[in-house]
C-alpha cells in the first residue's frame, strides 16, 4: 500500500486510540518530544521539521499544510503525501510509546 494511502489502522494503531493519541502529541514534555523527533526523522526523512511541527502545534488551524506554507515552511511533497507521511510517524510514535510502556 502506499504511504498516501495509509490510514492509521493500516499500521495497527486502534481506532479509540488515535484522537488520544492527537492530544498526546501536543501536550509533552521534552523526553516524549525527542522520542516523537527521532520518529519523524526515521519516517520522513527531509520533512521531519514540518511533520513534527505539525503534531506538536497547539492550534488545529496551524497544524495544516497549507498554514504551514503560509508561514514559509518548505514542504518538499504534496498535500496528500504530507498527511500519508504524518500518519506514518503518529503510527510509529505510537508503537515506540508502547515499547517504551509509555501509553
Do not use: N, Q
Not at 520518529?39 to 499544510?65: F, H
Amino acid at each position: 500500500m502506499r504511504t498516501r494511502d495509509a490510514k492509521l489502522s493500516d499500521y495497527d494503531v486502534p481506532k479509540e486510540d488515535e484522537a488520544r493519541l492527537d492530544e498526546y502529541c501536543k501536550k509533552l514534555d521534552s523526553d516524549i518530544r525527542f522520542i516523537l523527533f527521532s520518529c519523524a526523522i526515521s519516517k520522513a526523512p527531509g520533512m521531519e521539521l514540518v511533520i513534527y511541527e505539525s503534531l506538536t502545534a497547539k492550534d488545529p488551524k496551524e497544524a495544516g499544510y497549507y498554514s504551514l506554507l503560509r508561514r514559509g515552511r518548505d514542504i518538499p511533497a504534496k498535500t496528500d503525501d504530507f498527511y500519508g507521511y504524518r500518519r506514518k510517524v503518529k503510527a510509529e510514535f505510537y508503537h515506540r510509546l508502547k515499547l517504551y510502556d509509555l501509553w
